[in-house]
């Protein structure tokens, strides 16, 4: 059995807001407290799902995907930072 809720938010809203959770919770047979935390509660998972999920065509996930399994080959930008390479490092003093 659960223990009964004992946090509180008090939220202030415009009259004709209220008054429509109240019809919304009446119509759903809902007390209005039980009926802002079902759909708060729901919003916010809905929230943090979308959050976490990032939505790409199908194609694009392919593509990425063969990127990601393809065997790693160095392009222009590279080959070019490694040559300079022995200009930027240089071996440190060992104490």
Known sequence: MMAPPTARLEVRLETHDK????QAAFASHETL???VV??????AHEALRRERAT???SEFYD????SLDAEPRPNRALRE???HLGSVVTESPRN
């Open 33 to 35: 407290t039980a009926f």
């Open 63 to 66: 593509r990425m995907i063969a």
């Open 19 to 22: 008054e429509l959770l109240e």
């Open 55 to 57: 939505l790409v065509p």
């Open 38 to 43: 079902r759909n708060v509660r729901a919003a």
């Open 81 to 83: 930072a490694a040559g």
